[in-house]
Nanobody, 119 residues
Framework: QVQLVESGGGLVQAGDSLRLSCVAS????????MGWFRQAPGKEREFVAA????????YNVDSVKGRFTISRDNAKNTVYLQMNSLKPEDTAVYYC????????????WGQGIQVTVSS
């Protein structure tokens, strides 16, 4: 089993930055793809970004282009999401997740962490 714990969320003003962290423990592997998703009130969960074991990354371009950066530290089993120029529409619960096979199927999820951006 794999456990994921997110941290770094909170309440900020528009234009501010936050860095989310997610630590994986248990039967994890540095070879796993790790990703970030978010769910705003009344909306479906949406993909934000993902990063493969070798650092290759993908983003939901429409919503976070040029503002969010995903990174990972394999030695610490940790994935990060640096969020700059935050907007009120970025307000959501953010979840990290693991895709063990690298086939866009995420099998392990964190509990989620709230990010609130005030205008």
């Amino acid at each position: 089993q794999v456990q994921l714990v997110e941290s770094g969320g909170g309440l900020v003003q528009a234009g501010d930055s936050l860095r989310l962290s997610c630590v994986a423990s248990g039967r994890t592997s540095s070879r796993y793809t790790m990703g970030w998703f978010r769910q705003a009130p009344g909306k479906e969960r949406e993909f934000v970004a993902a990063i493969r074991w070798n650092g290759g990354s993908t983003y939901n371009v429409d919503s976070v282009k040029g503002r969010f950066t995903i990174s990972r530290d394999n030695a610490k089993n940790t994935v990060y999401l640096q969020m700059n120029s935050l907007k009120p529409e970025d307000t959501a619960v953010y979840y990290c997740a693991i895709d063990p096979a690298g086939n866009y199927e995420y099998h392990y999820w964190g509990q989620g962490i709230q990010v609130t951006v005030s205008s």
